[in-house]
């Protein structure tokens, strides 16, 4: 039982920001592409509207006039939401603490209208969620530059109070070489954790014996892979009402990422290897109860076809490796937090569209709370919330 009336560390798992394009990313693009990411930042203009996330799932909020009741709502919030917060980490700061939020896991994706460096602009803000590397050559070479980009950049904002910030690495995935030497930069750099793409086209299934040198270097820097829910759609451009529940389902990575990996043994064979899944759209108290039910039912259904390859039950296996980015009772398992509430999937800090961060951050007393009760109860690391601790069984 919570005591309501002490502090908490309110911890968000499923935070996102966006740096400009040009003003922040520019000066970290290597010279031999600069006139390529020129022409880049011309090609992006039209999507670089903040509105765009919401024209694409509805195609009659082209603006404000010919929106519903419900949709003017978002674009006011939308309005006020245009804050230096999303790109300006001294900014961000002040605003985690307005909101009472102690530490936070960095997403790409701020919804302020910034794509991704050097990819494709389909999805808008969210295009590095949409992204599948099945380009040429060449465009996965520009993909890689702008990974490297955003990584170098956003490095430098977590270096202020990092131990508030758990910045995401993203990846090369398509090419398993290249994704460990971006890893190994990351990690020197002070990320400590990684975007983990669901499966899709152009990257090799999980469980292919390719990636043993990658979850080895993980493990070994005891990096966390955290994937995003609807990290496994590969086009939300068609604007139709359904598409953003659609885009989720088809991306469920309960379906798409899970059973490879568990069934495979990976997770036995690296017992340290955690993945974070955020934003899950099935609630939060129950997903891992009903899908353990189900796994540990097919794993002993076909225990001799699987061999050695996984010797504990999934529903045993997972509530050791796995940490659901929703599940409110995380907080009683976050051993370096002797009191913590875990944001279930929440955004940026400062987003009046989502007051629930700030809500829930008075609910429980803690405003902005003072002295070791906030961010020095992290034991100097934002990154404890994602250390060894089971998820809810």
């Known amino acids: 039982m919570i005591d309501l009336d002490e502090h908490l560390i309110v911890v968000t798992t499923d935070s996102h920001i966006g740096p400009r394009l040009k003003e922040d990313l520019r000066e970290y693009c ?87 460096p050097f990819l494709k602009p389909a999805g808008g ?73 669901a499966p899709k086209a152009g990257i090799a299934p999980y469980d292919s014996p390719a990636w043993e040198p990658f979850w080895a270097a993980v493990e070994e820097r005891g990096m966390v892979l955290c994937t995003h829910d609807g990290a496994g759609v590969d086009d939300v451009s068609v604007a139709r009402p359904h598409s953003l529940l659609a885009s989720f389902l088809e991306g469920d990575l ?56 996984s010797c504990r039950g999934p529903h045993q296996l997972g509530a050791a490796v796995c940490v659901p980015g929703r599940e409110p009772g995380l907080q009683r398992r976050l051993r370096s937090l002797p009191a913590a509430a875990v944001h279930p999937g929440g955004g940026q800090p400062g987003l009046a569209a989502r007051p629930d961060v700030a809500d829930g951050s008075r609910q429980a007393g803690a405003g902005k709370p003072d002295g070791p009760s906030r961010a020095g109860a992290l034991d100097g690391r934002a990154g404890a919330l994602l250390d060894d601790h089971p998820a809810a069984g």
Request: proline content about 5%; hydrophobic content about 40%.
């Open 30 to 116: 290597p010279k031999r592409h600069l006139e390529e990411y020129d022409a880049y930042l011309r090609a992006v203009e039209p999507f670089s509207d903040p509105f765009m996330i919401y024209k694409m799932f509805d195609e009659g909020a082209a603006d404000d006039s010919s929106a519903s009741a419900g949709r003017k709502l978002s674009f006011a919030a939308l309005k006020r939401n245009a804050t230096p917060g999303h790109h300006d980490v001294h900014e961000r700061l002040k605003d985690m603490d307005r909101d009472g939020v102690a530490a936070e896991v960095i997403y790409h994706g701020s919804q302020n209208g910034q794509c991704f």
């Open 125 to 197: 803000t969210f295009n590095a969620f949409v992204f599948s590397p099945t380009g040429s050559a060449r465009e996965l070479e520009l993909a890689a530059a702008g990974q490297h980009m955003y990584n170098q950049w956003l490095a430098d904002q977590c270096s202020v109070e990092p131990e508030r910030h758990v910045g995401l690495a993203y990846l090369p995935m398509w090419d398993i070489e290249a994704a460990i030497r971006e890893l190994e930069w990351a990690h020197a750099a002070g990320l400590r954790a990684v975007n983990f793409p």
């Open 254 to 309: 309960i379906k798409k990422l899970f059973p490879r990996m568990i069934f495979s043994g990976l997770f036995e064979q690296h017992p340290n290897l955690k993945l974070v899944l955020t934003e899950l759209q099935q609630p939060a108290s129950s997903w891992w109860t009903q899908t353990g039910k189900r796994y540990d039912e097919l794993w002993a259904t076909n225990r001799g076809r699987l061999g050695e390859l």
